[in-house]
């Protein structure tokens, strides 16, 4: 019997699923926030994720149901377990990609590396950490941040007061400033069965609080620092009963530590590499993953990829006929595109270059790139 | 502007066309024979591609026509270009794929290598070939034959009188009975401009005239052959004016000569290695030559590939089940699935394993599809 997959939320990573689902023999159902959204091909239901009934209406005609995001209400979820439905990655590990106090508190209980931090509820509470942390931190809300919004960098604890009367009652988490010479991203795979493939770690270089360009694997990295990235990865995945891809945002710090930085329980930004650079997709291996199949080789095609983010340029602006120019100059870029409107700043497709040579790989993703600047 | 790609037939190429359709931003609709076919998330409409009505309302809203089969009649494509429909390929160059005959006498007269031929619209012509030819030569219908069907092995001209009953008036195709070593194919890309990329050439095995297994590059092609083969794919897509993925399968003959078999002009068995081999797959390849988008680089990813067709095995057995079993022993074995019913002969999957020894690829290829036997 063909498995019918349900991912909630059509966007861009519902969007990329699609081509493995449909090579996988996999049905794709998507619950789409509102008409014409990126994964609009496998749309079946416009509605909203958060109505209950709305959700419950979707996962009828489905064997699993995925995401596309972490936005879905740990209520609902609860609720669509409750009714015997698939859910994968379920509420129980979701909630930690849901709320980073939460995580930050399960990643302290077992034992993975990370930065300092703290629940705050109070300036004072706040201050405390600031003069414990050589008077600057970073401040994050715990629910409902993404690219670099909902995290601010402070120097002193007044510059978190809206946030303080936005979140009345509710703490919010202070991490300290970590000093790191670059960023790096685990991806691991993990099934029902506990079965777990892990990709080599990259580095992912972010601007204005946005993924950039991803290097994999990571430039330079020791065996070492692979390996142990990767046991960050599986102890995670493992401790908190992830199902489907996680992602690890890793600091490497100026005194080669690994800490653990976010998660994220669905393909990332930083495994889209993998598209065009590995054996196996991270969108076909969560597929798998969330349809409890076995998982594919996670082994690189070449031995370097390079994936750099097109965000969107001038409002309105003809990003088809870009896209067209940029393939014709550069034959060996892979282009994906979210078919979204372009608009300042906004992620509107990626490019991917796979080579034997990583400067070769990053010199041609960024002069394809240059042509959405 | 977004283009809409409208594929007339509902099978596994238009099914497998899904994907890179979804990642350059195409939107790809399908005129599918009949509900539940292999493309259905494509389907936008079900109905006879024979009724110029039918396929007048398909056409409405796409940009571009171009097919899984050659099977559409001419004067169904005529009728479109007139409309003032892009068609590619065109019906031009879709003759020469749709009936042998017309096919043999245009290759002749642009000087490609093929065995000797003739039409012969009696026994006693067909006799006569048969004797300029030691005896033995192959009939073919020029219209409607695939996968074997409509190929004999003769040794006397009465083996052919079904034929002529059933084609009266009409002259069938009678060629030599080529002593080769191997068949080879060669995939061509060629876009409206003129502009064209070549694969490398494959070898490709046959199983009661049904491709069984492909490797990609063919193994041991002396460079001189590689080039020779690459020669004459692009040659007769010039000279055909193929717009689109063009396969042309060859003949090695045991005195090193390369004569052409058979033509397709639309992805291709012998090119599904690519869509796990190649930078860019003979899928997403022939969408950009029929968009008339820049062609994508033809490199292979790693230095061998090895597909093996999964034919189905007894009637109605759960083929979801094997796929499993299969993905499970063999993590590096690509499976592509194409959504059919099982029935014995019946291609309904494919596998493709990619890596730098081709004995390895083979030997896990063809562990896997033995899942399937």
Redesign the interface.
């Known amino acids: ?3 019918r997959v349900g991912v909630i939320g059509g966007g861009q990573l519902a ?2 699923m ?3 689902a ?4 996999l ?2 159902r998507v619950l789409a926030e509102q008409d014409g959204m990126s994964a609009k ?2 749309a079946t239901q416009i509605g909203d994720y958060t109505d209950l009934a709305t959700v419950r209406e979707f996962v009828k005609d489905v064997d699993v149901v995925t995401f596309d995001h972490e936005h879905v209400p740990q209520e609902v979820l609860r609720a669509l377990v409750a009714d015997g439905v698939e859910v994968h990655p379920g509420p129980d590990a979701l909630q930690y990609a849901q709320d980073k106090l939460v995580m930050r508190a399960k990643l302290a209980e077992a034992g993975a590396p990370q930065p300092d931090w703290a629940g705050v509820a109070t300036r004072d509470e706040l201050q405390a950490f600031l003069d414990d942390h050589g008077g600057r931190a970073v401040v994050k809300t715990p629910r409902g941040g993404y690219d670099g919004k909902g995290v601010r960098v402070i120097g002193s604890a007044e510059e978190a007061d809206d946030w303080f009367a936005a979140f009345e009652g509710e703490r919010i988490l202070v991490e300290e400033l970590v000093d790191f010479r670059r960023e790096l991203a685990q991806q691991v795979a993990r099934r029902k069965s506990g079965e777990m ?1 892990v990709y080599p770690v990259v580095e992912s270089v972010q601007k204005d609080g946005v993924c950039a360009e991803v290097f994999a694997p990571a430039p330079g990295a020791s065996e070492r620092a692979i390996e142990v990235a990767a046991q960050i990865g599986t102890q995670i995945a493992e401790s908190l009963g992830v199902t489907g891809m996680l992602a690890v945002e890793l600091f490497e710090t100026s005194d080669e530590r690994l800490l653990v930085n976010e998660l994220a329980m669905r393909p990332h930004n930083s495994g889209h590499w993998t ?2 650079g590995a ?2 997709s991270q969108f076909e291996q969560h597929l ?1 993953a969330v349809c409890d ?5 996670t ?1 690189t ?2 031995d370097a990829a390079c994936m750099i983010n097109i965000l969107g340029g001038p409002e309105g602006a ?1 990003i ?1 006929e870009r ?2 120019v940029a ?2 100059a550069h ?2 870029a ?6 979204k409107a372009s608009r300042p700043g906004r992620k509107v ?1 990626h490019i991917n270059v ?1 080579g034997d040579d990583l400067d070769d790989a990053v010199y041609t993703a960024r002069a394809a790139a240059a042509f959405f600047a």
Chains 1, 2 share one sequence.
């Open positions: 019997m063909t498995k969007r990329m699609i081509a493995p449909s090579e996988l023999g049905e794709i091909l496998a493939v598209q065009d054996v196996t798998r199949l076995p998982l594919g080789a082994d095609l070449r003809d088809d896209f067209g393939m014709q034959p060996t892979k282009i994906h595109t979210y078919g497709g796979a």
